[in-house]
């Protein structure tokens, strides 16, 4: 009879011992995302560009008994970049699980976006989460030490109507390329990567896109927005033991709002 090493069932959500970096935290999904790993039992690093809130997360999170250090960061500033996580590994230890969360929208057609919103999108949603993830991955594979890494796409990076936004979507869509190669070129050194495609959920920034073009959830099946929680389960497995045989994934989280 064939046995095996592994629990059952084999999952935990117990990320006691590991230190993760979340970016975009200030808000919206990155400050569920810091709030759940904690409360995991994960020691966090909370960064953003707006300081405030990042010391309110960090009170919240010290006062339910965990641990969480709010430091800024720009991610299109790739010296922030590199002095961040030499910060984070300094207070905490070795960032052993980065989440890849920060991120802008476009609201313009292709042909009228300026060359400086151009810059930021790419900026933000591209060049700063590859060298985030290559600092990361650069201190791990020093130390010998396994970690996960877990990219924030959209359901945009598979789905787009015209009706703007044009290169937010093309720039989940290298987060989605991005999380695949890395995966392969990482897996040799037990580094996970894998990504989310949230689909539309309430945040600070899809409250700023309803107040331009209005209620879009009556085109969904089931006529509603995310709430930030309904992606707990995903991040936790991405970042458990339970997924150690998963990398280059993406998984689409959109309550079939994108169709198939």
Known sequence: ?????????????????????????????????????????????????????????????????????????????????????????????????LVNNAGIPDAQRAHKMSLELTDAVLDTNVRGPWLLSNEVARRLIAAEAPGRIVNISSMGAFSYNGMGAALYSISKAAIHRMTEVLAVEWARFNINVNCIAPGAFSSEMMDGMLSRIGDI????????????????????????????????????VDDGQGGR
């Open 1 to 97: 009879m064939q046995t095996s090493d592994y629990p059952l069932p084999n999952i935990s959500t117990d990320l006691s011992g590991r230190v993760a970096l979340v970016t975009g935290a200030s808000s919206g999904l990155g400050r569920r995302f810091a709030l759940t790993l904690a409360a995991s039992g994960a020691a966090v690093v909370a960064t953003a560009r707006r300081v405030d809130r990042l010391t309110e997360l960090a009170d919240e999170i010290g006062a339910a008994g965990g641990t969480c250090e709010p430091l800024a960061l720009d991610v299109t500033d790739a010296e922030q970049i590199a002095a961040v996580v030499e910060q984070a590994t300094t207070a905490l230890g070795t960032v052993d699980i």
């Open 217 to 252: 959830t009556q085109g969904f099946p089931r006529k509603r927005l995310g709430d930030p929680a309904q992606l707990d389960s995903t991040l936790l497995y991405l970042v458990s033991p339970a997924s150690d045989f998963v990398t280059g994934t993406t998984i689409k």
